[in-house]
Nanobody
Framework: VQLQASGGGLVQAGGSLRLSCAAS????????MGWFRQTPGKEREFVAA????????YYADFAKGRFTISRDNARKTVSLQMNSLKPEDTAVYYC???????????????????WGQGTQVTVSS
């Protein structure tokens, strides 16, 4: 599967952005999907994940209550709605996909097989 992330940009603190990730291929609904972010000099950090059916979601502590992950399997997209943005949310955001792996951690980026190219989110104070 190929992934294309979009929706990043510059926003003031307290504002909102909605990131989207479009997938190619016919079998999108076999993939669990995740969002990660990365800043220069730091490791890629888990943000949120959603199961292949959309029935379960998982969030990093910093994302709980502010970010919402969702997916539309018919349109082969996964989205990340980000509200109440903070300057520390500034990063390149990546979407990622992996086939269902029972018992696998949602938080470890090495357990995801496919990655989008990233979209820059900048939050000004």
């Amino acid at each position: 599967v190929q992934l294309q992330a979009s929706g990043g940009g510059l926003v003031q603190a307290g504002g909102s952005l909605r990131l989207s990730c479009a997938a190619s291929g016919r079998t999108f609904n076999i993939y669990d999907m995740g969002w990660f972010r990365q800043t220069p000099g730091k490791e890629r950090e888990f943000v949120a994940a959603i199961t292949r059916t959309g029935s379960s979601t998982y969030y990093a502590d910093f994302a709980k209550g502010r970010f919402t992950i969702s997916r539309d399997n018919a349109r082969k997209t996964v989205s990340l709605q980000m509200n109440s943005l903070k300057p520390e949310d500034t990063a390149v955001y990546y979407c990622a996909a992996r086939p269902f792996k029972a018992g696998s951690s949602w938080y470890e980026p090495t357990l995801y097989d496919y990655w989008g190219q990233g979209t820059q989110v900048t939050v000004s104070s």
